[in-house]
């Protein structure tokens, strides 16, 4: 099961785990977006500082 909160905004978010395989992962708060296409965007620098890409 998942929880999160709804900011003052009416933004649904929920934390979560992203990492490569073999690596330590981060937590990253996630808003909800209800149409959900199976992809997942994150900021430049989250991929950059933890080397998401390599």
């Known amino acids: ?13 929920i934390k979560v785990a992203v990492g490569r395989i073999g690596s330590p992962k981060i937590t990253v708060d996630a808003i909800i977006n209800t149409g959900f ?14 080397r998401l890409l390599m």
Do not use: R
Not at 1 to 13: D, H, K, R, S
Not at 37 to 50: A, C, E, K
């Open 37 to 50: 296409t199976s992809f997942l965007s994150l900021p430049l620098s989250v991929i950059t500082d933890h």
């Open 1 to 13: 099961m998942m929880f999160g909160l709804v900011t003052n905004n009416c933004e649904a978010i």
